[in-house]
């Protein structure tokens, strides 16, 4: 299965797992934000819905992303347009994909400090 995992890490969680990459350690498909805010602001609700629509499902035009989510086709647009750009969503031809089967969220929420 082409799993995707979206975290929350720190810059020294990404470059750990950077150089255990470059020392041919298979470390998977991973998305990291760099803190929950972001990780909200990026993943609305609508976003997460787009998401699961799209895993799995191959390569799509904006209109049946649209018609998958029950969601107006300018609506979806800006969306799919803002995970293009976050980097989670691509081109496909005429269409987006978002090439994963799976998603894995993995993040801790701790007491505040």
Do not use: C
């Amino acid at each position: 299965m082409n799993t995707i995992t979206l975290s929350v890490a720190s810059r020294e969680d990404v470059n750990r797992r950077a150089l255990a990459a470059f020392e041919g350690k298979q470390q998977g498909a991973h998305f990291s934000f760099a803190s929950t805010d972001l990780l909200w602001q990026t993943l609305t609700r609508k976003r997460w819905e787009l998401l699961q629509a799209m895993t799995g499902q191959g390569a799509m035009s904006i209109r049946e992303a649209a018609r998958r989510v029950g969601r107006d086709m300018k609506a979806v647009h800006g969306d799919v347009h803002a995970l293009m750009k976050a980097g989670l969503i691509d081109r496909a031809g005429r269409g987006v994909i978002f090439p994963y089967d799976a998603v894995h969220v993995d993040f801790m929420l701790t007491k505040a400090a």
